[in-house]
């Protein structure tokens, strides 16, 4: 099992935590999140109720296309690709090229959340 480390800080600790990581003054561990968000509020935007439906869908029912994960959760197919490429953009979707069309595939079986 997968588990999606999630972290919540402030714009200017992350930025710091990035710098000093870059420059060699801390050291990334393995438990340490891999995603940050700024605030509890962004967070539950991108986790929404409807999107963590979504992400079990696409872990349960592995769906090669977006046609057929809209066709899967009644969602229109230009809403969920923006959906899509958000997660996408946060690491918890990556979006597969399959012939001529993309295949969702969820990054985690489980999200850990560090404030």
Same mark, same amino acid.
């Given at each position: 099992?997968?588990?999606?480390?999630?972290?919540?800080?402030?714009?200017?600790? =992350? #930025?710091?935590?990035?710098?000093?990581?870059?420059?060699?003054?801390?050291?990334?561990?393995?438990?340490?999140?891999? =995603?940050?968000?700024?605030?509890?509020?962004?967070?539950?935007?991108?986790?929404?109720?409807?999107?963590?439906?979504?992400?079990? $869908?696409?872990?349960?029912?592995?769906? $090669?296309? $977006?046609?057929?994960?809209?066709?899967?959760? %009644? #969602?229109?197919? %230009?809403?969920?690709?923006?959906?899509?490429?958000?997660?996408?953009?946060?690491?918890?979707?990556?979006?597969?090229?399959?012939? #001529?069309?993309?295949?969702? =595939?969820?990054? %985690?079986?489980? =999200?850990?959340?560090?404030?």
């Amino acid at each position: 099992m997968k588990v999606i480390k999630i972290g919540i800080a402030s714009q200017e600790d =992350i #930025r710091k935590r990035m710098l000093a990581i870059a420059s060699g003054k801390l050291k990334a561990k393995s438990s340490d999140p891999k =995603i940050w968000f700024t605030s509890m509020r962004s967070l539950a935007q991108v986790l929404s109720d409807e999107n963590r439906a979504l992400l079990e $869908v696409i872990r349960s029912s592995k769906p $090669v296309s $977006v046609t057929e994960l809209a066709d899967l959760t %009644g #969602r229109k197919q %230009g809403n969920l690709s923006r959906t899509l490429k958000t997660m996408s953009n946060y690491g918890l979707v990556k979006m597969k090229k399959q012939d #001529r069309a993309l295949m969702p =595939i969820a990054c %985690g079986d489980r =999200i850990e959340i560090f404030v």
